[in-house]
Nanobody, 121 residues
Framework: QVQLVESGGGLVQAGGSLRLSCAAS????????MGWYRQAPGKQRELVAV???????NYADSVKGRFTISRDNAKNTVYLQMNSLKPEDTAVYYCKAAVITSVTMTIGDYWGQGTQVTVSS
């Protein structure tokens, strides 16, 4: 019913920058929240940054001051600008959206397929 398509991952040197994008499509009535999580090898998936439709944001302590989440509500797209990247930021980054679908009019969580971010030292 809802699809999330991520783009923008890749390989970058430490200190570099990347910008991730995630576009939502499908039977969307409204999106309450969009954000990013990441999972490094052997670790649990963790929150990176989320943004509500009202504009509230929440960041992991490890990325505060380096990452910025933004959202284009008209395009149902969320962005993650990642600056001053560190090797420990290496992970698969997943987009998540809390969506009320126009089919069921109930809220559910949807995930993208993930995009690899690799930061070399």
């Amino acid at each position: 019913q809802v699809q999330l398509v991520e783009s923008g991952g890749g390989l970058v040197q430490a200190g570099g920058s990347l910008r991730l994008s995630c576009a939502a499509s499908g039977s969307i009535f409204s999106i309450k929240l969009m954000g990013w999580y990441r999972q490094a090898p052997g670790k649990q998936r963790e929150l990176v940054a989320v943004r509500t439709s009202a504009g509230s944001t929440n960041y992991a302590d490890s990325v505060k001051g380096r990452f910025t989440i933004s959202r284009d509500n008209a395009k149902n797209t969320v962005y993650l600008q990642m600056n001053s990247l560190k090797p420990e930021d290496t992970a698969v980054y997943y987009c998540k959206a809390a969506v009320i679908t126009s089919v069921t009019m109930t809220i559910g969580d949807y995930w993208g397929q993930g995009t690899q971010v690799t930061v070399s030292s």
